[in-house]
């Protein structure tokens, strides 16, 4: 039996929404409600690829997959709204702020100090407005 | 006792090249080689900042660390050779094929399918490698 | 009717799958076998998100579907494989060289002369393979 | 005598003035205001080589120029006052609403759904600005 | 006790320290201070290996080298508040707003007119708040 | 009659086409070249713009201006022919060896340490060549 073949499509769209809620939390439902007037057809791709199809996977626990979002966000530079939402998302399934502040760290390895650094500033706003 | 209490700056350095080999094994200190005859400052950077400093630091532990750099290096697409050295790092520590390959999919969402492609095909080389 | 409703998930992979052969042609079935031994599920969500869900839109013509992904992927620079599969492709869809050259050439503007030189490169091998 | 008089650059400089005019319209306009106390002589450079030089080149349409350079942009995520103006550029020469949501749309398959989602979230500035 | 008391690298963090304040100014401490609750260690590193190791190197000139830090900056694109830093430190070290200026125009060759222009408005707000 | 013949382009192109031989010398002449039969305008633009409006201009010696390029091509990591042209170019105005590696090693503090590795084998490789 292949990954999809039991999923009606509501059914991926579904289980994308309830992971985006349990993941994401408030931050993506937001970012779902702000496409409504733009593109509400691309909030349903957002709920069904990333997070039904991808995040709702096997092979990698949660905890790593935010890991892996939040460094690759923070290296990449060019995404702050969604950095902070998956830093708020890696606290909602069990990473601590000392690993979030661990990675963003660690990306100055890989992708210089400036990246570092914004994603540190991005991690205090976060960490504020959770406090 | 803190991390660098017992360190004189060389042990920093000697700190470094023991980590580098026990993640990155051959491909790392191929790296430090290769750099002999260019920069060997450069490459006493590499082992003292990276792997002395960043890699050895409590606060995350190894196995997350290799999947915050194999999901950097797969979303920024301009480092294949360091990519291919961290996925066999990143086996070293103890990540499956099946969580390489999960970060890599999962980077289609952050990144784009191209970035995802590329660094699933390099790890299809790194495994082959590893055989 | 929405976007979805009426398509089963094998359809869905069928419809994309047939838009990956009418667009991409044998580079995209070539990256779709790449991807059997290293992540086949991978190989689904290509056929299916991409192309079974974006190409298959209506609201773009495919022609300017490819002229923007040409551009994009000359622009970032870090996806040769991608772009040459989709230079093809805009030929595939009724591009003419020359439009494609300009495409590549206008990105000079934006993401500066070696993303257009690298690009100008690559369409040069694509049109020596379509001879 | 300037750098550009024996080239009689005004023709250059005039024909792209025009073009600037015609496709990116007041946003055009205020970024080469802009540029008169920072850097006059690259306010002439911008109205010469983009504008005078590849936007009224032939073998490429107005519209698909726009296209591609939307794409480009929202693919790149560093240019987001230059994305906003050439959405608007991209209406004046025809472009729909909707085939620049389709464009940013697009962009989750090559630069991943931040890009996109930052796009599209720029185009509805764009839109509100204009309605 | 710091960090790094006892293991004589208090004269790595110093020399980065008083190169920092050198180069940098304000802004460099400022940088400094902004992460003190939120990832100390990370200020520490920041002043030892920019700083201390790399700033304070012979080989290069100081004013040579934030010619290359300004040059980076602004063509990655993603890193404007370092930019700034950084232009500040440029005339800090001797190089003239003309200087700065002409890095930036430059820079539309290898990144594109976009960084070219984002990089020349923050020379603008630079110099304003220099003036 | 082509594109610039009216504003006497050719004393730009000559002027240009000059900057180009004494910069780049055979690496820049032979992407002119390569380009002859894919897009000659664009070899023209490449000799005008770059060489003929900004190497030219006044306000920063030749010698910056190539520590600017090698540092961004170093940064960015999508254009290692490039970059190896202007390391090229960086010797055939007076830098030295060790400057040149310098501003790669600086580079990691700004783009990571695999832009830094991968811009340093690239100068190897020019070094060799022009032993």
Known sequence: ???H???APQTRRDRGLD???????QGGEAVVNALAD???DFADMLLE????????????DLRS??????AALAAMGTATPQLKVHMQA??????????IVEICMQMAVYAGFPAALNAL???????????
């Open 1 to 3: 039996m292949t990954l």
């Open 5 to 7: 073949q039991q999923t």
């Open 19 to 25: 992971a985006l809620k349990r993941i994401d939390g």
């Open 38 to 40: 733009i593109a509400p």
């Open 49 to 60: 690829f990333p997070f039904g199809d991808i995040y709702t996977r096997e092979g990698l």
């Open 65 to 70: 997959r935010e890991v892996a979002t939040i």
């Open 90 to 99: 890696g606290l909602n399934v069990g990473l601590s702020r000392e690993e």
């Open 121 to 131: 500033f991005a991690a205090k706003e976060v960490f504020a407005e959770a406090a």
